[in-house]
């Protein structure tokens, strides 16, 4: 069962596909859809798919400009202008939460990126609700019941959103912890997945989502609106972000975020990073690795 609603989120993410490449990744054998993580298109090569075991070419021909094209096309519905502040950040966000990544020569207009003129590359990221996921970590994250500060750690690619919906998810329906409202600034609308106003992935019946913007103003915005007792946010990746989980830690909110690297030690050595650490905004943190296929995860407490 677990296996088929799997293959079902993928055959769902491609079906942003132009019917050529569509059908190439129908070919792929159901045991492997149901592990593809992503599916990567780079102009002049064959399309791929992401396992844990590394990609797998889908032996068809090489993937063409147009069809670059013709892929943002389907995933805005023909109505590229509508989307473009999404595809001026290099990604769309689509039905079902997939994520589309894209790469190309850039438009540059008083020195920001106005559009992706000629389209070299794209990556369909799947998205999979893996309810549980926070399971082995919740007893450790919530002494005395209630969800304590925490920051999840890893590499690209090994799993952080997927933990941190389920954390949210967990905290916002009192599984296994105190039942908590929960803000969430998802900037990139991939860990609610917005669809007419409705998270596509459960996020939980406490949780109030603000997509789109990016996560320093969400932040701010939440914290001043929705009275929030935990905020979270996917990828710390600026200064302004940091200074907007500081200034929510102030006001006695519950923090919860993720962001790349692999240790302490990393965290330490970053300069965006080391403020998180020597302001002990986090009490625990969550760290994710791979081993083999499978995904481990180790707890450490830092106050």
Same mark, same amino acid.
Request: charge should be neutral; hydrophobic fraction near 40%; include cysteine.
């Given at each position: 069962?677990?296996?088929? @609603?799997?293959?079902?989120?993928?055959?769902?993410?491609?079906?942003?596909?132009?019917?050529?490449?569509?059908?190439?990744?129908?070919?792929?054998?159901?045991?492997? @859809?149901?592990?593809?993580?992503?599916?990567?298109?780079?102009?002049?090569?064959?399309?791929?798919?992401?396992?844990?075991?590394?990609?797998?070419?889908?032996?068809?021909?090489?993937?063409?400009? $147009?069809?670059?094209?013709?892929?943002?096309?389907?995933?805005? @519905?023909?109505?590229?202008?509508?989307?473009?502040?999404?595809?001026?950040?290099?990604?769309?966000? #689509?039905?079902?939460?997939?994520?589309?990544?894209?790469?190309?020569?850039?438009?540059?207009?008083?020195?920001?990126?106005?559009?992706?003129?000629?389209?070299?590359?794209?990556?369909?990221?799947?998205?999979?609700?893996?309810?549980?996921?926070?399971?082995? #970590?919740?007893? $450790?994250?919530?002494?005395?019941?209630?969800?304590?500060?925490?920051?999840?750690?890893?590499?690209?690619?090994?799993?952080?959103?997927?933990?941190? $919906?389920?954390?949210?998810?967990?905290?916002?329906?009192?599984?296994?912890?105190?039942?908590?409202?929960?803000?969430?600034?998802?900037?990139?609308?991939?860990?609610?997945?917005?669809?007419?106003?409705?998270?596509?992935?459960?996020?939980?019946?406490?949780?109030?989502?603000?997509?789109?913007?990016?996560?320093?103003?969400?932040?701010?915005?939440?914290?001043?609106?929705?009275?929030?007792?935990?905020?979270?946010?996917?990828?710390?990746?600026?200064?302004?972000?940091?200074?907007?989980?500081?200034?929510?830690?102030?006001?006695?909110?519950?923090?919860?975020?993720?962001?790349?690297?692999?240790? $302490?030690?990393?965290?330490?050595? @970053?300069?965006?990073?080391?403020?998180?650490?020597?302001?002990?905004?986090?009490?625990?943190?969550?760290?994710?690795?791979?081993?083999?296929?499978?995904?481990?995860?180790?707890?450490?407490?830092?106050?």
């Amino acid at each position: 069962m677990e296996q088929e @609603r799997r293959a079902l989120a993928y055959e769902q993410a491609a079906q942003v596909l132009p019917a050529r490449l569509r059908r190439e990744a129908f070919a792929l054998p159901e045991e492997a @859809r149901a592990r593809a993580e992503e599916l990567r298109l780079r102009a002049g090569w064959p399309m791929t798919a992401l396992l844990p075991e590394g990609e797998r070419s889908l032996g068809g021909p090489p993937v063409e400009e $147009r069809e670059l094209e013709q892929l943002v096309e389907i995933a805005s @519905r023909a109505s590229v202008h509508a989307v473009l502040d999404q595809v001026r950040r290099g990604y769309l966000t #689509v039905e079902g939460g997939h994520r589309i990544g894209l790469c190309g020569s850039a438009d540059l207009r008083e020195g920001e990126i106005h559009a992706l003129r000629t389209l070299s590359g794209a990556s369909i990221r799947v998205a999979r609700q893996v309810r549980g996921a926070a399971a082995p #970590v919740l007893d $450790r994250l919530c002494p005395a019941g209630r969800l304590g500060d925490t920051l999840i750690l890893s590499p690209p690619g090994l799993g952080k959103t997927t933990l941190l $919906r389920d954390l949210i998810r967990s905290v916002s329906e009192g599984e296994g912890c105190l039942p908590l409202r929960v803000c969430l600034a998802d900037e990139r609308g991939e860990v609610a997945a917005l669809y007419g106003g409705i998270p596509q992935l459960e996020v939980g019946r406490r949780t109030d989502v603000a997509e789109g913007c990016p996560k320093a103003q969400g932040l701010m915005l939440l914290l001043r609106a929705m009275n929030p007792q935990v905020l979270a946010a996917d990828e710390i990746t600026a200064p302004e972000d940091v200074a907007a989980l500081a200034a929510a830690a102030g006001c006695g909110v519950t923090l919860l975020a993720t962001a790349h690297g692999e240790g $302490r030690d990393d965290l330490l050595r @970053r300069g965006l990073y080391r403020p998180v650490l020597e302001q002990g905004l986090f009490r625990f943190l969550v760290r994710i690795r791979r081993e083999g296929a499978q995904r481990s995860y180790e707890v450490e407490e830092l106050r």
